[in-house]
């Protein structure tokens, strides 16, 4: 496909609606380092860590805040904010992972009326490329797949096992059956037909430097020693692609979408088309991108392996406790469900936590399936410019660094002992023993031998942790003022663990 570089970008308006996302923002900057004359943000989450970056970089982030919001199930707010754009990347969507998988209504609601409401405003005003994000999971229904292509039947709809790769998949075939749907717009007198052309990338799971839904928990659980067990065989293979990767697929799939090319007049290659979009190298999550991140970061690798049939069990209990608390979802106090049926579906050797998981990051458990890119090389010229070595090393990097940059947490027996040994001496020193907890107090007293002591105990303990508090925060100050608050209160409440993180991080 003989095209120039930045064709059918440079000096074009385009929106992104899922913005202000991880593959979003990315994808933004790039259009803007290609020449875009002006590129919009479409996206309805209140706080992103990449909005500031984004406006400052002459991105327009239309968000709730503004005279119309950038929610795709307001058909009139994307009236007024796809006016006078030449092209739409469609990747916001909802209930990918956690609560959000419960809420199918909202599920729904966004991920097929707000694909309806696009793609109808899109043709209404004339717009004549749109890009849809898509999922592995439109075909992919557990069974194993080696080297797939796109010739694969979708996976039949009414057999999906959540409600995100259902949607998911009507909303794809929705939007590959509106290419070529004729507009009312008249550009000129000699041309009358304007129509939408549509294509659907179909990426892996998606890493890179400032991913937060896979990595971020994972991490900050393996910080403090909650991830011990990892789920799955050891020999299962599933695809990745590195962020710059799929900017890159997107951007080629926009310029694959193009009318007016000598030689394809009226006639677009990726017209109509879905793309499987991977580094090309399928790995095991676990052993290839898990395990050295842990290393990296000098966190235990989890050694102990857990069948798939206890994970489910598990997770089936703990979607009918979620569910006993469906009306109050959406509200932050509600915490996510340690696991789900869908989500051991979807994971594939991956690591698991005894007290809290994010299985998102990954596909049917168990299942090797990895799919080609070869159709997305032929027709789009699409080569993976990162390769998974040099992504993983980025991301490594960004994380080692960002490690740096955080307060460090101990292992998560050290805050049992601590908090629950302040706790423990006072209610023993302070309060009359009641109920269940009379052995504790007379533990405490056959340990310490009168309530005086207990509460010397108490006072001596609690001095101690306010002045190494003082101490950690004055020290913070000067060499991490950022986190000087946080510190603060951990050693608070910590004591000499903390300040013993604190000293060894800055010598």
């Known amino acids: 496909m003989a095209v120039r570089e930045n ?49 400052k970089n002459g991105v327009r982030c239309i968000r709730v805040r503004e005279f119309y919001t950038g929610d795709v199930t307001q058909k009139k707010d994307m009236e007024k904010a796809l006016q006078g754009v030449n092209c739409v990347f469609h990747l916001a969507s909802y209930g990918m992972s956690s609560k959000e998988m419960l809420q ?85 007198k000699k041309q009358s037909d304007v129509h939408l052309h549509t294509c659907a990338i179909r990426p892996a799971a998606i890493y890179g430097p400032g991913e937060e839904r896979y990595f971020a928990r994972i991490l900050s659980l393996g910080q403090i020693g909650l991830l011990f067990v990892r789920v799955g065989d050891a020999s299962v293979k599933t695809d990745w692609v590195y962020v710059d990767n799929l900017v890159q697929a997107l951007i080629l799939a926009s310029v694959g979408l193009l009318d007016d090319i000598s030689g394809r007049e009226g006639n677009p290659i990726a017209a109509g088309q879905a793309y499987f979009i991977s580094d090309g190298s399928p790995v095991n999550t676990f052993d290839s991108i898990i395990s050295p991140l842990f290393k990296s970061l000098d966190y235990n690798v989890p050694k102990l392996t857990i069948h798939v049939r206890l994970a489910l069990i598990l997770s089936q209990i703990f979607w009918f406790i979620s569910m006993l608390f469906y009306p109050f979802l959406n509200q932050p106090w509600v915490p996510g469900p340690l696991l789900l049926p869908a989500e051991v579906y979807k994971v594939c050797s991956i690591v698991a936590a005894a007290f809290a998981i994010d299985f998102t990051m ?48 101990p292992n998560i027996l050290f805050w049992i002992f601590c908090i629950g040994g302040m706790l423990a001496l006072f209610y023993t020193a302070f309060l009359t023993p009641c109920g269940p907890l009379r052995w504790l107090n007379s533990l405490s007293l056959f340990l310490f031998r009168s309530v005086f002591n207990l509460r010397l105990v108490f006072y001596i303990a609690a001095a101690l942790h306010i002045s190494e508090a003082i101490y950690i925060w004055l020290l913070a100050r000067r060499k991490d003022p950022a986190n000087a608050p946080g510190w603060f209160l951990q050693t608070f409440l910590l004591g000499y663990p903390s300040t013993k993180l ?5 010598h």
């Open 362 to 409: 990954i596909t049917r458990i168990g299942v090797t399936h990895y799919f080609s890119h070869l159709k997305a090389t032929e027709e789009l010229g699409y080569v993976p410019m990162v390769s998974p070595h040099e992504g993983l090393n980025r991301t490594i990097s960004y994380w080692k660094d960002r490690k740096q940059k955080e307060i460090n947490r």
């Open 104 to 188: 199918t209504g909202l599920i729904e609601e966004v991920n097929l009326n707000g694909t309806c409401n696009v793609l109808d405003v899109c043709h209404e005003i004339g717009i004549r490329r749109f890009v849809y994000v898509s999922t592995y999971n439109v075909v992919f229904g557990g069974k194993e797949i080696i080297n797939g292509n796109e010739s694969l039947p979708y996976y039949p709809i009414d057999e999906h096992i959540d409600p995100y790769g259902r949607s998911m998949s009507t909303a794809e075939q929705l939007v590959l059956k509106s290419n070529g749907r004729p507009s009312d717009i008249q550009v000129n």
């Open 7 to 55: 064709e059918g970008i440079k000096g074009n308006r385009f929106v992104v609606t899922g913005g202000l996302g991880f593959v979003g923002s990315a994808l933004c900057l790039e259009l803007l380092k290609r020449g875009a004359a002006e590129v919009r943000s479409v996206d309805t989450r209140a706080y992103s860590p990449w909005y500031q970056h984004l406006q």
């Open 502 to 506: 604190f000293l060894k991080k800055f």
